[in-house]
């Protein structure tokens, strides 16, 4: 028999009507409540860390989340953590950053509706995070509409339908159809060594998103308040340089030790710098490549990254070395 602990941070799943609307305000043993009160397959305990709204999520909430899940490492099997669907998917990436090389499958996953509504897809979700937290598998994984997505993959792409999240330039891990699992490659991801735990983040991170008639002044303002930048940008990752040219200041933003990071307003594909002259002049700028990452990964991954080191070189080779399945690299997408 599997022992299994569920850590609950608040979100939909857990919210209760109110005055002014749904509030997360459930126990985590009330969760459990309305699930079989007994399984042969497994034993599960509870653990409430916060009861929240996901949209007020920090990245000191993270580090909250990953101390839960390394304190309890060695004594159970598996785990189930409960989270508002909004950012369910900067939590998992940072979850796979923070810990890395577990043994043992640490299962995100949430709701569209509360659990203590008569129709709802919160009973599903979280008998099926329970199940996948009972297989021999080792990872951050976010399980929803009985699907399993990498923890570093996961984006929110629709904001009420019960398939809200999708796997983003990765397969999906597998899939649940009651008790039964079925794998996406007939041969499971394999099980680690030693847990890794990390929780150092640096919050200091902006994310811009590109829009035709961007002024280059904004780039002083971030160098004095953030230690690394990400920009989405158009296509497959041009910087403009005509009319309003951006590279100058760009390229001061870097000068000063802001490290940059390059990434695609498109959700699938990933940037590529190698294709048109504007995307060419923007990488003579020591920018970091994201590849295919999607946001909701490079934004924690930078996180994490400034966490570790200072040393624009250094933080260039992490963010361009997958971690967690992060990125899919060139060599691998050509073979």
Request: charged share 20%; glycine share 8%; proline share 5%.
């Amino acid at each position: 028999m599997k022992k299994l602990l569920l850590l609950a941070t608040g979100g939909t799943i857990a919210s209760l009507k109110g005055e002014e609307g749904l509030a997360p305000g459930m126990k985590a043993e009330e969760l459990l409540g309305f699930l079989p009160k007994e399984h042969p397959d497994y034993h599960i305990e509870s653990k409430l860390l916060m009861n929240i709204d996901s949209t007020n999520m920090q990245p000191e909430f993270w580090v909250k989340i990953a101390e839960a899940v390394a304190d309890h490492y060695d004594h159970y099997d598996g785990f189930v953590i409960t989270h508002g669907t909004d950012t369910m998917a900067y939590t998992s990436a940072a979850l796979s950053y923070m810990l890395q090389n577990a043994a043992k499958p640490i299962v995100v996953t949430g709701s569209q509706v509360p659990i203590s509504f008569n129709r709802t897809d919160a009973k599903k979700n979280i008998a099926d995070a329970i199940r996948f937290a009972c297989e021999d598998i080792g990872g951050i994984f976010v399980v929803f509409d009985g699907r399993v997505i990498q923890g570093t993959r996961a984006v929110k792409l629709r904001t009420k339908s019960y398939d809200a999240f999708e796997s983003i330039n990765h397969p999906y891990i597998a899939y649940i159809n009651g008790s039964k699992v079925t794998y996406n490659n007939p041969v499971r991801p394999p099980r680690h060594g030693k847990l890794q735990f990390n929780p150092s983040l640096c919050p200091d991170v902006f994310l811009m998103k590109l829009v035709p008639g961007a002024k280059p002044e904004l780039f002083d303002y971030l160098k004095h308040l953030y230690k690394g930048v990400i920009i989405e940008s158009f296509g497959s990752g041009g910087i403009p340089f005509q009319g309003r040219n951006l590279l100058p200041k760009l390229q001061e933003l870097i000068a000063s030790g802001v490290a940059v990071v390059i990434t695609t307003q498109c959700l699938e594909e990933g940037e590529d710098l190698t294709l048109y002259e504007v995307d060419r002049k923007a990488a003579q700028n020591k920018i970091i490549l994201s590849g295919d990452m999607n946001t909701e990964a490079i934004v924690p991954k930078m996180m994490w990254v400034l966490g570790q080191t200072n040393d624009l070189q250094e933080v260039k080779r992490m963010m361009e070395s997958p971690i967690a399945n992060d990125i899919t690299l060139k060599y691998e997408e050509e073979s």
